[in-house]
């Protein structure tokens, strides 16, 4: 055999090799446990496998082409509401039933971690439609005639920065940039948006998670600003989370704003729970960890509260990664109250609500939009979900899926749900974001809801010390005190 040959032999086995060894490093972690055991009030969690190649699984958005439509739970319809939109995320309806949408991405940023993280985060992006500019508009969506379809479209602004969380009360419209808060003047109806805005808030910029959420109070005198964490699990030093992983509070009149709830890696979804008029709040939880770690959650959001992140997760569970003295004591980290599936990245979140046209099975509880994973094996999330509620306002039971699943079952997805929102007929809006759809969903012929009865009573005397979390005195409650059902 002559010596070229046996070269040629040998470069041929050596890449065979490290085409083995790459396949190995990048096969990733396959899940052992279904998604609906890391969901609901008490969900298993795994032994953590720390890793440090992620496991990576990214469907492709492939659209929907000219007609086709998500699966809707049964005694549901789904239409399209408007399409041909640039990334819509953000939807916020206001009370004349206009409906405004911010078409955004991602701005230019550095993602914690280092250059490689950064090429491969760059790479995850494109593929999973996340790669393009923003389009950085505001946009109004009209249907003025209440056939579920909006025909009249207006663009209100072009010059934002990568805007997403909005609001608006007594003539002052909110937006949050990724950046900043603005507040316009904006009376409902107009369908321009001239002058120059207000900037009530420097918000802390871009990093891993860049959405700024914003609801108002019930009273309309304070904004709660969801702001996410910088990176995974604080790879780049707490330094870099100043202000992030947090929901704060501003009160618009004398512009004093405190920390309201910490320890949320990246919280989206805001929205007051109509039986006790709690804030509660759709978050997304850390990666490589394996596949069943660890759940996206719903949970209330009391004033103070601590969340965990980055050095517990799930309670007082430890992430061993994460150096250095813990910043909280874990006696006092809260448990989220209600688990949605690890990876599934939870964004959007509304309740029931009184004209709400969903029909007997979805009218006392909150719907999710699941965005979607792209580091879990299989994918899951890419769907809306529904959880019930009980009568005190609490949530029970596993998610009940309104809107199936957008994979196709080939590693590609027709789209990705983003956001929730009511139009003024009572069905319910998805954002589409990757297939610049939003979709209208109703159960044909359904009444509306009647209003869910805000629960009143007698309140419990002040708690003069606080030992760690207060739900978990009542798993082993002290001698004299009884249970409901004990």
Do not use: C
């Amino acid at each position: 055999m002559s010596r070229l040959k046996k070269i040629l032999i040998a470069l041929v086995v050596i890449l065979v090799l490290l085409a083995a060894l790459g396949w190995w490093l990048l096969r990733g972690d396959p899940a052992m446990l279904s998604l609906e055991e890391t969901t609901g009030t008490d969900p298993v969690l795994a032994t953590p496998d720390e890793q440090t190649i992620p496991t990576v699984e990214v469907a492709k958005p492939i659209g929907w082409g000219d007609d086709g439509a998500p699966v809707a739970a049964e005694g549901l319809a789904v239409n399209r509401f408007a399409e041909g939109l640039d990334h819509p995320r953000v939807i916020y309806t206001m009370p004349n039933g206009d409906v405004l949408v911010t078409l955004t991405n991602a701005p230019e940023r550095v993602v914690a971690g280092g250059w490689l993280t950064n090429l491969v985060a760059g790479i995850l992006f494109a593929e999973a439609g996340a790669g393009e500019p923003s389009p950085d508009q505001l946009v109004l969506l009209r249907d003025g005639d209440g056939d579920g379809v909006a025909e009249e479209r207006h663009v209100l602004r072009d010059d934002l920065a990568s805007p997403s969380g909005l609001a608006w009360a007594d003539g002052k419209l909110y937006v949050a940039n990724h950046d900043a808060l603005l507040r316009f003047d904006y009376e409902e109806g107009a369908t321009a948006l001239p002058g120059k805005p207000e900037k009530l808030a420097d918000l802390p910029a871009a990093g891993n998670h860049w959405m700024r959420n914003v609801l108002l109070s019930e009273d309309g005198k304070s904004l709660y600003i969801a702001v996410g964490s910088a990176s995974n699990i604080a790879e780049g030093g707490m330094e870099a989370e100043e202000g992030r992983a947090a929901i704060h509070e501003l009160e618009l009149d004398s512009g004093f704003a405190r920390l309201f709830s910490a320890g949320l890696r990246n919280p989206n979804g805001l929205a007051w729970n109509p039986w006790s008029g709690d804030l509660w709040t759709t978050v997304n939880e850390r990666d490589m960890l394996g596949s069943d770690l660890v759940p996206d959650y719903l949970t209330d959001v009391p004033i103070g509260a601590h969340y965990g992140w980055p050095w517990f997760y799930y309670g007082n569970v430890v992430d061993d990664r994460v150096k250095g003295a813990y910043g909280i004591n874990p006696d006092y980290v809260r448990t989220p109250r209600y688990a949605l599936g690890a990876h599934v990245a939870a964004l959007g979140l509304v309740f029931s609500r009184e004209g709400s046209r969903m029909g007997e099975g979805f009218s006392n509880g909150a719907f999710i939009a699941r965005h979607g994973s792209w580091n879990r094996k299989p994918a899951a999330g890419y769907d809306v979900v529904y959880v019930e509620f009980d009568e005190r306002g609490n949530p029970t039971g596993k998610p009940k899926q309104v809107l199936d699943s957008f994979l196709t079952g080939k590693g590609e997805t027709h789209g990705r749900p983003t956001w929730l929102g009511w139009d003024k007929t009572g069905a319910l809006l998805v954002s589409d974001d990757t297939a610049g759809i939003i979709w209208r969903v109703m159960a044909p012929g359904a009444a509306g809801s009647p209003a869910i009865e805000r629960i009143k009573g007698e309140r419990l005397p002040p708690q003069i010390q606080l030992n760690g979390d207060p739900r978990r005195a009542f798993e082993n409650p002290p001698p004299g005190i009884s249970m409901p059902g004990m």
